[in-house]
């Protein structure tokens, strides 16, 4: 048992050495912290809905949109999915879990299939501003085959704020 506490002392000393002198040395360098939203989203356009009081940025291959009916304000609309927002008595449903958004809390609801065989997803925001007590950012997609677009909306989602 002493001998093998002392081989284990051995290796971790070896290790410790190794990674200390690469470090030193300048052959290792830390890749640094990792990108925030900010850099990922330079570029992109902010919509604000000042009635509502909340804002969102999107990228460059989405257009602000008069086309869904019953929103809130405008949409945002790519060739292959909507943004919209919505008045809601209730969160989108079903619920899948509590999220947190800039320190926002919000339901997102499970990701469905729509009629036009793409997905309906969601999340939902408490707000006082709506009359019917939440306010829905739904994304959509009007077509099989996006189903990986959610990850774009996901991030699109991440830059949603309440304003003042």
């Known amino acids: 048992m002493n001998k093998l506490k002392g081989i284990l002392i051995i290796i971790l000393a070896v290790l410790i050495g190794v990674f200390g002198y690469l470090y030193l040395s300048g052959k290792y360098k830390p890749t640094g912290p990792l990108k925030k939203v900010s850099d990922e989203t330079a570029g992109w356009k902010t919509y604000t809905n000042e009635k509502?009081?909340?804002e969102i940025k999107y990228p460059p291959?989405?257009?602000v949109s008069n086309l869904r009916d019953g929103i809130v304000g405008k949409s945002l609309e790519s060739?292959?999915?909507?943004i919209?927002?919505?008045d809601l008595q209730k969160p989108y449903g079903p619920v899948n879990k509590s999220i947190i958004?800039?320190?926002i809390e919000g339901m997102e609801s499970k990701i469905l299939g729509n009629m036009d065989g793409?997905?309906?997803y969601g999340v939902s925001f408490k707000s006082q501003k709506t009359q019917n007590g939440y306010l829905g950012v739904g994304f959509l997609t009007n077509?099989?085959?996006y189903e990986s677009k959610i990850e774009e909306f996901k991030e699109?989602?991440?830059t949603f704020k309440f304003i003042k």
């Open 52 to 54: 509502y009081g909340f």
């Open 61 to 63: 291959n989405y257009n």
């Open 79 to 82: 060739k292959y999915s909507f």
């Open 84 to 86: 919209d927002f919505s």
């Open 101 to 103: 958004i800039n320190g």
């Open 118 to 120: 793409g997905i309906d």
């Open 143 to 145: 077509a099989k085959g």
């Open 156 to 158: 699109i989602l991440s």
